[in-house]
Nanobody, 124 residues
């Protein structure tokens, strides 16, 4: 059974930093594409960042230069380092994994496995 469990969310003031982690267990695929998405209630889910099997990354324009996605294959853990946070970054953040090494173009949410989500709140 594949499980993705996020941690590291919480509340922070604008300009602050948080690091999200996502531990993956029971995953039978070697170095898959993984990603972070976020959703505000009442709005569509949006892609934040993805990292594919060879380490290539993509970012949403809104987070470029502020967020960094990375993964530790030995620990089966995906990270999202978020710096210079803004109130508009407030959302539920989800990690996701594909069965393929390559990530979808355009940060599309074509992923087979999802975490339960974790709340990030940025106050002004």
């Amino acid at each position: 059974q594949v499980q993705l469990v996020e941690s590291g969310g919480g509340s922070v003031q604008a300009g602050g930093s948080l690091r999200l982690s996502c531990v993956v267990s029971g995953y039978p695929y070697w170095r898959p594409c993984m990603g972070w998405f976020r959703q505000v209630p009442g709005k569509e889910r949006e892609g934040v960042a993805t990292i594919d099997g060879d380490g290539s990354t993509r970012y949403a324009d809104s987070v470029k230069g502020r967020f960094t996605i990375s993964k530790d294959n030995a620990k089966n853990t995906l990270y999202l380092q978020m710096n210079s946070l803004k109130p508009e970054d407030t959302a539920n953040y989800y990690c996701a994994a594909r069965v393929y090494r390559d990530c979808p173009n355009g940060l599309r949410d074509q992923f087979e496995y999802w975490g339960q989500g974790i709340l990030v709140t940025v106050s002004s």
